[in-house]
């Protein structure tokens, strides 16, 4: 079956600096993916539709020069959290769109927990 | 823009036993998938079953199977035959046809007691 990928599993780092989480497709190809944040307890936002080769569509109120995302080929997505702060600590899930499916078919990567301290 | 609606932020059921987790939803398109996702404490989202508006047929998958009223905008998951590794949280979905976007319900936590 199709699997996605993400790098790290869990990240911590300092506040103010830069953490870029990896969502990889591994066995199809991918021109959309998706950007996920999940608080504890409760139900996935969508942050943003991935687009390889142009830029990405942000939801409503997601910033989008904090949230960079870059999708350089078929099957890879990067998230990169700038300047960090604690409120940014969240768990991260991406979905990639499968191109050949009919059914538009996305599947989920296991999740990347963002702990800013 | 499309709401889906869990209505039961708990449930507990007994190994063996058989649960409904509810789920209601508001759209004006005709054509539209409905999704159940189990998230463990993996937190890997797993789809359980699938079901497309146009199918008056409701979807199954082994122990899991849906009961799928689209005039009433229900879509409710039966968890047959429960088993202790049922436990998670699970979420319903709603997806446009056409379109990309999930829009996910609050979850229902549930609990399988032994």
């Known amino acids: 079956g199709a699997v996605v990928s993400q790098h790290p599993s869990r990240v911590i780092c300092k506040s103010g600096t830069s953490v870029k989480i990896e969502c990889r497709s591994l066995?199809?190809?991918?021109?959309?993916m998706f950007w996920y944040r999940q608080f504890p307890k409760k139900s996935l936002m969508l942050m943003a539709t991935?687009?390889?080769?142009?830029?990405?569509?942000?939801e409503q109120g997601v910033e989008k020069d904090k949230f960079l995302i870059n999708h350089a080929s078929l099957t890879l997505s990067t998230l990169t959290v700038t300047s960090a702060h604690p409120e940014d600590s969240s768990f991260y899930i991406c979905?990639?769109?499968?191109?050949?499916?009919?059914?538009?078919?996305?599947?989920f990567g296991p999740g990347t927990r963002l702990t800013v301290l | 823009a499309q709401t889906v609606t869990q209505s039961q932020p708990e449930m507990s059921v007994q190994e063996a036993e058989t649960v409904t987790l509810s789920c209601t939803y508001d759209t004006s398109e005709s054509d539209y998938y409905l999704f159940w996702y189990k998230q463990p404490p993996s937190r890997q989202m797993i789809l359980v079953i699938r079901?497309?508006?146009?199918?008056?047929q409701n979807a199954t998958e082994n122990r899991f199977s849906v009961n799928f009223q689209k005039a009433a905008k229900s879509f409710s998951l039966k968890i047959s035959d429960s088993q202790l590794g049922d436990a998670a949280m699970y979420f319903c979905a709603y997806r446009s046809a056409f379109g990309n976007q999930f829009y996910f319900g609050t979850g229902t936590s549930l609990t399988v007691i032994p």
């Open positions: 991935s687009n390889e080769g142009s830029k990405a569509t942000y």
């Open positions: 066995d199809f190809q991918a021109t959309t």
């Open positions: 979905s990639a769109r499968e191109d050949r499916s009919s059914y538009n078919e996305q599947f």
């Open positions: 079901q497309e508006a146009y199918k008056q």
